[in-house]
């Protein structure tokens, strides 16, 4: 892979901008229900070994374009933790990182969407990871990251109840105090035990209503039932292996976090284009 002047490179992105561009009047075909439900294969450990090293290699192979594009990751969390640096949302600023993993499933869209189109053997460039709005299941796409984006939304609304039912109503009046009442006292290792269970409820109904759905959406002619009920399917035969692919998402997702958010640029890329592979291992084509 050779290294380009920046001037070069610039100019390749906006004629593939363009080339990308052409496909949004394409978007809002209706999408008819599959006749027969798409095959579930059971799959291994070793399966998601497979799928996260093939991520890696499509990170690897396009790594200047999916760095472009998930820069967005970081400056959106460093946003959303500006906004909660009163005292006030203070409480909210960890559900709101920890929540990231209830719509990342729909943050990884294009990176889907390129992993595809390499597959295909196409060429590939950042622009398009936006060529999903030309998907004749765009309709069942956008439906299915608006209930994401629902779960999310009730996830937060979940952490304030926790917060004032262990807490109190009161909001924090500082930093320090706020991290005395949570970690010194038996209120707070209240709040910190319902709240790690009551969010892991949430993300195990999200991993296993998006653990394929989303590549299903994109690779296939199905609706938003039949995508949600193959996701279904695989998470019950494979209980096993995609409780593992949920840790290790969990646990790429924490370490991505760790340095002001900015590992997220690449380990964003790296788990979304290994949930395509993941996809392709776990549903028969």
């Known amino acids: 892979m050779a290294i380009r002047n920046p ?23 209706r999408v008819a229900a599959p006749a027969t439900p798409p095959r579930v294969r059971h799959i291994a450990a070793a399966d998601l070994v497979e799928a996260v090293q093939r991520g890696l290699d499509d990170f690897m192979a396009y790594r200047s374009d999916v760095i472009f594009l998930c820069l967005i990751y970081p ?11 009163g005292y006030a949302m203070l409480p909210l600023i960890f559900p709101l990182a920890s929540g990231f993993a209830l719509i990342g499933p729909l943050a990884a ?14 060429p590939i460039g950042w622009p398009d990871a936006f060529g999903v709005v030309g998907s004749r299941s765009f ?45 010194a006292t038996p209120q707070g290792w209240a709040m910190i035990g319902i709240g790690i269970g009551v969010g892991f409820l949430f993300a195990c109904l999200v991993l296993a209503i998006s653990v394929v759905s989303f590549p299903l959406l994109l690779d ?3 609706g938003f039932a039949a995508a949600i009920a193959t996701s ?5 035969a494979n209980p096993g292996p995609i409780a593992l692919w ?7 997702l924490v370490v991505g976090s760790i340095p002001l958010l900015f590992g997220l640029v690449f380990v964003m890329p790296i788990l979304g284009h290994a949930s395509w ?9």
């Open 7 to 29: 001037i070069e490179w610039s100019v390749d992105q906006f004629r593939l901008a363009a080339v990308a561009a052409g496909s949004v009047g394409r978007a809002g075909h």
């Open 75 to 85: 400056v959106v969390g460093l946003v959303l933790a500006r906004l909660a640096s």
């Open 109 to 122: 869209i294009g990176l889907y969407e390129m992993s595809r189109r390499r597959e295909a053997g196409a």
């Open 139 to 183: 309709g069942a796409i956008v439906a299915l990251g608006v209930l994401l984006i629902a779960i999310f939304a009730l996830w937060l609304v979940a952490a304030a109840l926790i917060y004032r039912a262990t807490l109190g109503p009161a909001p924090p009046s500082g930093v320090v105090p706020f991290l005395h009442d949570v970690f």
């Open 220 to 222: 296939r002619d199905v």
């Open 232 to 236: 279904l399917r695989v998470t019950a």
């Open 246 to 252: 949920g840790l290790i998402v969990a646990v790429g």
């Open 277 to 285: 592979h993941l996809y392709r291992r776990a549903v028969a084509r």
